[in-house]
């Protein structure tokens, strides 16, 4: 089992930008995928952005054309990168592996103020 560890959260203004970083543990985990999650109460945590094994991105409508995601395999990290951020983007951002899931990390809170 891999572990993450999700950084880059804070607060942010309407329309700013935010990039969030996940390291994980495992250092076989570019074989596996990863995705960003988030969660806003009292909603279940949601898909964000995906990338496979394979680099096949897929990301969700509702912030489709805004969030961005990508890997540096040789680091072990995979990245989120945030623009024109709503008030709706507001939560807590976890990674994990895509589609099976691992054990969560403790998350990187986000929240947008207008």
């Known amino acids: 089992q891999a572990q993450f560890v999700e950084y880059g959260g804070g607060l942010i203004q309407l329309g700013g930008s935010l990039r969030l970083t996940c390291v994980a543990s495992d250092t076989m985990s570019h074989y596996i995928g990863k995705g960003w999650y988030r969660q806003v109460p009292p909603k279940e945590r949601e898909l964000v952005a995906a990338?496979?094994?394979?680099?096949?991105?897929e990301i969700a409508e509702s912030v489709k054309g805004r969030f961005s995601i990508s890997r540096d395999i040789a680091k072990n990290t995979v990245e989120l990168q945030m623009n024109n951020l709503k008030p709706e983007d507001t939560g807590v951002y976890y990674c994990n592996s895509y589609p099976s899931l691992q054990d969560w990390g403790q998350g990187t809170r986000v929240t947008v103020s207008v």
């Open positions: 990338i496979t094994s394979d680099g096949i991105i």
